[in-house]
């Protein structure tokens, strides 16, 4: 177990949560769709500077790398200032009003006055080349059983448009989500171990959730950590999901830090870190190679080209993350920076079929001695050139130890290189839309919800579920609608819970679009099996149709459900057990199990299942009674 604290570990937590408003600056709902767009609009975007005349790091790798932007259009889902063919419209005050409440419920002072700023961002996920930014209000607290942490900054931003491809020279985006409010809450790097910021996370969600109006589901909430250690230097990790993955990713750039500070000291003991620009083209070394990767790329017409690192043999397959090598982080640079598949290096070669043989020769023609390495990478000559300059660039910041950099979280946990860590560079007034003062009458206006923790009290309390059940309710969002579907339906506490907990992700799992089931659908619903007329068994059969437009009283009918009465139901429990005399005779009341799936055959939604597994065994017992007796 690794001492955390003692490696000056400082994590920041940035939550962004999207609200279930219209968008933030017009008033097209906010809707994703999925099918195919009917129209398509094609973009390139410049680079604009600072109010200072400044231009930010992050976003001039961006235009260095040449795209077109591809974007998908549904005109029922946005108007013109999505194309950023028109100004924007004033704030929401919708969103306004959600972001004010939450910052009264964390403690934070609104400002006086609302100013729109503009964020660069050319990567082409805002057609406008900047993204829209608003501070809400400073200097909040989240109170956790861990602490009080302070939470400088609440902003409410823009949600940039849905990457959904990309090729050669382009990106492809779908601008649904582009304008859709965002809440995004910064907390100060306080945090010192890998397990309190998910904590935290998980408490900042419930306050979300408790405002009523959020959005659910996958890609709606992300989380973003500001990770750094003693000696290293802060990394932006963004797109984290799921709460379970912060700490395995704060885990591994602990690691990797740790990693890439070893590998410094390393280099410094050689005396390397120099790297000269000297790309070499090597195409003729494999006229005849075995090698079907680096074939194809000569008979595409593409270069081989490559660089010594001096000073950086054995380092390259260095391990800094579970599968991931410091040669890894030299590959995404070059793929990003110059557009290339990756890398290929000595450390790891012979391999990919390049022989022994050809190694020496390519070590002989790149000059390398036995202590450098050799990069090689593949492709058209200029992004072969620019792929060996960021590649070059790495190998010097490793002599320094741990570049700052934006990183994307993957999968596993790991992390791989976006951009460079963005500066103060990109932010400039947003000139379109004049400042929105805050009233001291506006903000005694507002109506804060319950605090997540009473809610969680009266479910235990009144409802009796687990403190489990509360927990997932509440961070679900859903425990008003679980309250109300109980109150006004009278169905059991449990079996709502279950239904909105359990069946409704089974049913989102097979590819029922359950956010189309109306309230008003599950109230119906949940009141045909408090009454009987339906039994809980058919709740999934029912919510199935209830997501394809049917009412309750149409599926109801469709499904051949209702009440049944109770002579027909005893008929079939007799009828089933004198069938099967010799199965009862052989098992005993072991036979009620088989027999349940003969009469819910004939009855399944239509008679609870409890009720008919007693009439069985009654009839069980009565039977075996008399065959006793005779």
Do not use: W
Not at 89 to 98: C, D, F, Q
Not at 310 to 322: C, D, K, S, Y
Request: hydrophobic share 35%; with cysteine.
């Amino acid at each position: 177990m690794r001492d955390y604290s003692g490696l000056g570990l400082r994590v920041g937590l940035e939550i962004h949560q999207e609200l279930n408003t219209g968008k933030l600056f017009c008033r097209c709902p906010s809707v994703l769709r999925e099918e195919e767009a009917p129209l398509k609009v094609r973009r390139r975007l410049r680079l604009s500077q600072s109010e200072l005349g400044e231009t930010d790091r992050a976003a001039l790798l961006e235009v260095s790398r040449e795209r077109e932007f591809r974007y998908q259009v549904h005109p029922d889902t946005l108007c013109l200032v999505e194309l950023d063919e028109e100004p924007p419209h004033p704030l929401s005050e919708e969103a306004l009003e959600v972001a004010l409440m939450l910052s009264l419920m964390l403690e934070a002072r609104p400002v006086d006055e609302i100013h729109v700023m503009r964020k660069i961002v050319v990567d082409g996920s805002n057609t406008s080349g900047f993204q829209r930014t608003a501070l809400i209000a400073t200097d909040g607290k989240l109170r956790t059983e861990k602490g009080v942490f302070h939470l400088p900054t609440i902003c409410l931003e823009e949600d940039a448009a849905r990457k959904v491809g990309e090729g050669e020279g382009y990106v492809e985006y779908r601008l649904d989500r582009l304008g859709i409010p965002l809440l995004e809450v910064a907390t100060a790097p306080e945090f010192s171990d890998p397990q309190t910021p998910a904590e935290a996370a998980l408490k900042l969600g419930m306050l979300m959730r408790a405002t009523g109006r959020v959005k659910r589901g996958l890609g709606t909430i992300r989380q973003d950590l500001n990770i750094s250690i003693s000696g290293g230097t802060r990394q932006e990790i963004k797109g984290i999901q799921e709460l379970e993955l912060i700490p395995v990713v704060i885990e591994r750039e602990v690691e990797r830090q740790l990693a890439l500070l070893e590998i410094r000291e390393e280099l410094r003991r050689r005396g390397a870190g120099k790297v000269g620009r000297d790309f070499v083209d090597v195409s003729s070394l494999f006229g005849r190679t075995r090698s079907q990767l680096v074939r194809r790329a000569l008979e595409r017409g593409e270069v081989v080209m490559a660089l010594k690192l001096p000073g950086f043999g054995g380092l390259l397959g260095r391990e800094v993350q579970p599968g991931r090598r410091l040669g890894t982080e030299l590959s995404d640079r070059a793929r990003v920076e110059g557009g290339v598949g990756g890398i290929l290096h000595t450390d790891e070669l012979p391999g990919y079929g390049i022989s022994g043989e050809e190694v020496e020769e390519l070590r002989r023609m790149v000059g390398a001695g036995e202590g450098d390495a050799v990069v090689v990478v593949m492709g058209p000559r200029e992004k072969c050139g620019k792929a060996l300059e960021a590649v070059a660039r790495r190998a010097e910041e490793a002599a320094e130890g741990v570049p700052a950099e934006t990183r994307r979280a993957l999968p596993d946990g790991n992390t791989e290189f976006m951009r460079p860590l963005p500066g103060a560079e990109r932010m400039y007034p947003e000139t379109d839309i004049p400042p929105l003062p805050i009233t001291p009458e506006r903000l005694a206006g507002l109506r804060l919800p319950e605090t997540p923790e009473r809610v969680r009290e009266r479910l235990v309390r009144e409802h009796g579920l687990s403190g489990e059940t509360a927990d997932r309710l509440l961070f679900s969002g859903m425990a008003e609608t679980f309250e109300k579907l109980v109150r006004e339906s009278g169905a059991p506490s449990r079996l709502v819970a279950f239904t909105l907990l359990e069946t409704l992700v089974s049913l989102r799992r097979e590819g029922t679009r359950v956010e189309e089931i109306g309230e008003e659908f599950m109230l119906g619903a949940f009141r045909k099996v408090a009454s009987g007329e339906v039994a809980k068994e058919a709740l999934p059969d029912l919510l199935r149709l209830g997501a394809g437009g049917r009412g309750v009283e149409e599926a109801v009918r469709e499904l051949g459900l209702g009440r049944v009465g109770e002579e027909e139901l005893r008929l079939k429990v007799e009828e089933a057990v004198s069938s099967h005399l010799e199965l009862v005779k052989e098992r005993g009341e072991g036979a009620v199990r088989p027999l349940m799936g003969i009469v819910m055959k004939d009855f399944r939604g239509k008679v609870d299942g409890r009720v008919v597994s007693e009439l069985l065994t009654k009839e069980v017992r009565r039977r075996l009674g008399e065959c006793a007796g005779s």
